[in-house]
Every structure is written in C-alpha cells, then in structure tokens.
C-alpha cells in the first residue's frame, strides 16, 4: 500500500517510529538536535538506529545539521551506528521491514511542520525491503563515525558558525577572509571522517564497485561518478593529507591506484575491446 503524505507529516513519521521492533534507519542531510531528540524518545528501548548523515562544512555552518543531533542518535542505543557520507541527499526513514517513508522533507521543524513538502508512506514488505536495502548500499561510500569523533568536532562547529555570523550584512573584508580561511580548514577536517580508518585504496574502491554494480563503465565515466560521489575528496583546487594520505589534486592518481589494486584482487576486470571496467 502506498500513501501520500502531505504537510505537515510529523505524526506520520511519529508513528513510523513507534512501529519500529529492530532497527531504524535515518537517511538525511540535514538534522536538528530537537527533532533528533524528539524522534529518540518514541522508540522502543533497544532499537538500532542506523543514520546516514552529510557531515558538510556548509551545512554545519548555516546550522543546518547539528552535530549535537548526530551524538543524539548514535547514542540512543548500544547498537546506534552513524554513517558519514557525502553527497547525500536522499530523505528517507525505515522502520524494519514494514514502513518506510520517502519524502522531500529533513528533519527538521521546518520540514516537519511549516514547509511545503511532500512524500510517500510505503508499508508493503516488498517495497520496504528494496528501500532498505538501496540506503544501506549508500554507506559502503562512507564510514562509522563514532561519538567521541562528533564531540571532539564540536569546536570546530562553533568556530564555522562564529566565522558565518560575521559575514552576514555588511561583512568586513577581514571577517571575509577570516570566514573563507576556516571553510578551507574544515572541508578536509570533516571530510576525513568519510574516510575513517580506510585507506585511500579502500575508500575509491568502494566507490568504484558501487558504480560498477549498476554495470560496466569507462574510465572516463567511474572519474565522474567519483567526482560527484565525493566531491570534497575529489576537490581539484588544492592538495590536503588525511590519515597521512593525498586526496584533492592528487585523486585521480588515487583513484587508478584503486582500480589496479581491484584488479589484482581479482575483483574488477577491464575489457579492452569495449574500453570498459566491470565487477566479476
């Protein structure tokens, strides 16, 4: 069965909540600490929610994604995971196997209760499942992220919404620059926790497969969906180090690296007569 959800929705995704017996899943960009707070406290003691957050220099300084929000869900529960990963832009929430809603909306107040959004309830156990399963092959592109990482990015949050303050009106030159030098620090400080623990071979090659899994593709074309996957790791405007590894100018290199090391793993292969790389 399908329903059509229209604003505002917030008992819809309440209820959501309630039904959940195992496992939630949480898939935003953007996420505040009291909806994030709100949510927490309709669920059953013990279910695992697994989130999918873009933790994004922009978004964290307008104050559209808490980190606080984040802390909330990935301590709700023993079990919680926090996935970062970039990109995203996806709205979707699962409540096990048997309710998931699609919509335009974050969460948010302003999402939940004002904003004109629009979605659909699904509760047939079929459809379900495939949702549930797409969102969880999104986060072979990212990585856990643990609380104590979040908390210990708490500074660097404030710091990016002192900087935004200050260029609102009429901003000085100083206060511009000021605001320009810290979004350049923290692109690749909140970056690195895409990356986690991996390597640059596990993190390109996990992204290479996720774009072979939908078929073969040219070299030219796995460069763009990389590109676009990951575009802060695959910014070519200046080199930075995370986990002692190059990324930004240095990706494409990075990036052939990962196909050959699949390739010798046995794992991907090229087609020379169609110039194209494919899963075996």
Not at 150 to 169: D, H, S, Y
Not at 184 to 213: C, D, K, M, T, Y
Not at 248 to 263: E, P, T, V
Request: charged fraction near 20%.
């Amino acid at each position: 069965m399908v329903q059509l959800l229209n604003r505002p929705w917030r008992n819809d995704l309440a209820a959501l909540a309630a039904t959940a017996d195992r496992s939630v899943l949480i898939v935003a960009p953007y996420i505040k600490h009291a909806e994030a707070t709100w949510f927490c406290k309709l669920l059953r003691p013990g279910v695992e929610v697994i989130t999918l957050a873009n933790i994004d220099a922009e978004a964290v300084s307008t104050s559209a994604l808490d980190l606080a929000a984040l802390r909330c869900l990935a301590e709700v529960s023993p079990s919680a995971k926090l996935i970062a990963l970039s990109n995203l832009h996806a709205k979707v929430f699962v409540a096990d196997e048997k309710v998931a809603i699609i919509t335009s909306g974050n969460l948010t107040r302003a999402a939940l209760d004002r904003n004109l959004e629009y979605g659909v309830l699904l509760n047939e156990t079929g459809l379900v499942r495939a949702v549930r399963s797409d969102m969880l092959s999104f986060t072979r592109l990212g990585s856990q992220v643990d609380t104590s990482t979040i908390t210990a990015l708490t500074p660097l949050e404030t710091e990016l919404r002192q900087a935004r303050a200050n260029i609102t009106g009429s901003a000085t030159p100083a206060a511009k620059r000021r605001f320009a030098e810290v979004m350049r620090q923290a692109r690749p400080a909140l970056a690195s926790i895409q990356v986690g623990n991996r390597s640059a071979h596990a993190v390109f090659g996990e992204a290479i497969q996720f774009i072979l899994s939908r078929g073969p593709q040219t070299t030219k074309a796995i460069q763009q969906e990389v590109r676009h996957l990951m575009p802060t790791l695959c910014d070519e405007h200046e080199y930075f180090m995370i986990k002692g590894e190059r990324y930004g100018k240095a990706w494409k290199r990075r990036l052939r690296h990962a196909q050959l090391h699949l390739k010798r793993k046995g794992i991907v292969t090229y087609n020379a007569g169609a110039r194209t790389w494919e899963l075996i």
